[in-house]
Nanobody, 118 residues
Framework: QWHFVESGGGLVQSGGSLRLSCVAS????????IGWFRQAPGKEREALSC????????DYAYSVKGRFTVTRDNAKNTVYLQMNSLKSEDTAIYYC???????????WGQGTQVTVSE
């Protein structure tokens, strides 16, 4: 069965950086498109990025483009989200999943909390 473990969240000041990790088990991560998502309190889950198994570069939501960067380590079956220039509006629970749209993701893990103070 597919399983994801997100980690790397925490409390950071505005302008700071964090790197989130998403470790997959039960399947080969590189065979699938992987998305990063977040959900802030009282808001809908938001798609942030998409990295596929091909040679195309990752796609990013406008709200994080230029600040967040997705990388993949196939040997470790891990996808990373480097988050720079963090803002208070980035405060949310962050998730990774198979698929790049909230409409196609079948299940969600626990996520990792990111809190950005002003």
């Amino acid at each position: 069965q597919w399983h994801f473990v997100e980690s790397g969240g925490g409390l950071v000041q505005s302008g700071g950086s964090l790197r989130l990790s998403c470790v997959a088990s039960g399947f080969t991560l590189d065979d699938w498109a992987i998305g990063w998502f977040r959900q802030a309190p009282g808001k809908e889950r938001e798609a942030l990025s998409c990295v596929g198994g091909g040679d195309s570069p990752p796609d990013y939501a406008y709200s994080v483009k230029g600040r967040f960067t997705v990388t993949r380590d196939n040997a470790k079956n891990t996808v990373y989200l480097q988050m720079n220039s963090l803002k208070s509006e980035d405060t949310a629970i962050y998730y990774c999943a198979v698929g790049c749209s909230t409409t196609v993701v079948v299940s969600w893990g626990q996520g990792t909390q990111v809190t950005v103070s002003e």
